[in-house]
Antibody, heavy 118, light 112 residues
């Protein structure tokens, strides 16, 4: 069925990097952009960035620019979000979500909890 | 960045009664091409957010017709005509007019 399946929870230390994957199935991966959204405890949803799955172009939140990298592997129908130089405030559930020609975020991954401890 | 402000932040509603959530944006969400990029999502407990409404007032697939979206420019409202137990969760508005996309603080709906 149509779904996005993310990698499992991660526990990291301050200064580490983390990579979260998001595998798409049931639809044409290249036909939808892939975005990443995160939610820190008690905070609102925050847009992280996106990748054009057809050509690999990216755009990132200015707040995370320089620390976040989003890539994709079209042969595996998988998008990746890497966040470096982790801080405690990066502790959050990270979601991937697709954007198509009509709808924004009509399909979400199940979420990946990233915990950063000092 | 466009700031999205929701009110109230929490609601406690008796089943069968109506509920209303307001969302205001710091600038108009009307695009030159006439679309307004205002979306509503519901985050049910233990689940990722799910799309409810797109472009102000269009219900997404399988969303019950007790949900209605309205508004224009910078002021928007999501109404539930008769709240049911399955409607509990946190409701978010989001703008996708310009990057970075931004969300409201969320409105938590509880059942009395």
């Amino acid at each position: 069925q149509v779904q996005l399946v993310q990698s499992g929870a991660e526990v990291k230390e301050t200064g580490d990097s983390v990579r979260v994957s998001c595998q798409a199935s049931g639809y044409s991966f290249n036909s939808y952009a892939m975005h990443w959204v995160r939610q820190a405890p008690g905070q609102r949803l925050e847009w992280v960035g996106w990748v054009n799955t057809a050509n690999g172009n990216t755009n990132y939140s200015p707040r995370l620019q320089g620390r976040v990298t989003i890539t994709r592997d079209t042969s595996a129908s998988t998008a990746y979000m890497e966040l470096s130089t982790l801080r405690s405030e990066d502790t959050a559930v990270y979601y991937c979500a697709r954007v198509g020609p009509i709808y924004y975020f009509d399909l979400w991954g199940q979420g990946t909890l990233v915990t950063v401890s000092s | 960045d466009i700031v999205m402000t929701q009110t109230p932040l929490s609601l406690s509603v008796t089943p069968g009664q109506p509920a209303s959530i307001s969302c205001k944006s710091s600038q108009s969400l009307l695009h030159s091409g006439s679309k307004t990029y205002l979306y509503w999502y519901l985050e049910k407990p233990g689940q990722p957010p799910q799309l409810l409404m797109y472009e102000i007032s269009n219900r997404f697939s399988a969303v019950p017709d007790r949900f209605t979206g309205s508004g224009s420019g910078t002021d928007f409202t999501l109404k539930i005509s008769r709240v049911e137990a399955e409607d509990v969760g946190v409701y978010y508005c989001m703008q996708s007019l310009q990057l970075p996309y931004t969300f409201g603080q969320g409105t938590k709906l509880e059942i009395k």
